[in-house]
């Protein structure tokens, strides 16, 4: 069932968004080389904690940690440690979210530690502009696949493919909620889009193939050729008009 926002409800969403991007930009100013996953995770728990937020992600189906942080071939849901140590070279995956008021915001995105291979930060800046080619259709009236095969469209165009294993989602009262927004599919064709849906529209992109292996930790998500992977995200919601990137700080994205 889709759960359509009402203003008073998107006010409020509004707050746990800022919290999501204001822990996100902070973990991304962290990101250095000798800096542990471990501590990005602390940084963003105090963030989130001292805004009188909660973390989403802490406890969340067990997971343990405020903040997911993978590196360079992990894709999504890599476990904070205090013996990961970020290198120069590596890019980083950061994906938040916080809970406030009754909502959740959610949002990730991926940074270069220090100087990296061109092709990373080639993957690194499509990713991003992926994210902003499929929400040119996230509008009142177009269909979820719409924005979906957007993003697969860019991402291939430009030589790297889009997993498929994971996808979007709606977020709201609850982290997950439906509907689910994948990052590849034949546009015209899924649920329509409704003023008040609130998405979670999050690219992620490999180097090299599509497929994708769990580790046995259960969480960590690898590439299956070890090639290296991007991820970006924002929580956005259906209007009347352009859509509205709710996870922004004074009206800047990261």
Not at 38 to 45: K, L, N, Q, S
Not at 210 to 238: C, F, M, Q, R
């Amino acid at each position: 069932m889709i759960h359509l926002k009402s203003e008073q409800e998107l006010e409020r969403m509004r707050l746990a968004c800022r919290i999501t991007a204001l822990a996100r930009k902070a973990a991304a100013d962290a990101v250095r080389p000798g800096v542990t996953t471990g501590e990005i995770d602390r940084i963003v728990r105090k963030t989130i904690e001292d805004m009188g937020a909660r973390p989403s992600f802490l406890g969340y189906g067990g997971f343990p940690g405020s903040a997911c942080v993978s590196i360079n071939d992990e894709v999504i849901h890599g476990i904070p440690s205090e013996t990961r140590v970020i290198k120069e070279g590596d890019i980083v995956k950061v994906d938040v979210g916080a809970y406030i008021d009754g909502y959740h915001g959610d949002c990730a995105c991926t940074i270069a530690c220090g100087e990296v291979p061109e092709e990373a930060r080639r993957l690194i800046e499509v990713t991003r502009q992926s994210f902003y080619e499929g929400i040119r259709f996230a509008r009142e009236g177009n269909r979820v696949s719409d924005i979906s095969a957007a993003v697969q469209a860019y991402v291939e165009e430009n030589g790297f493919s889009v997993v498929r294993a994971y996808v979007g989602h709606g977020v709201g009262e609850r982290l997950h909620e439906s509907p689910e927004v994948p990052n590849f599919g034949r546009p015209g064709h899924g649920l329509r889009l409704q003023r008040g849906m609130t998405l979670a529209v999050e690219p992620m992109v490999n180097a090299g193939v599509y497929d994708i292996k769990v580790l046995p930790d259960g969480w960590t998500v690898k590439t299956k050729d070890g090639k290296l992977s991007a991820h970006y995200e924002n929580t956005i919601a259906i209007t009347d008009g352009e859509p509205e990137i709710m996870t922004n700080i004074d009206g800047e994205v990261l």
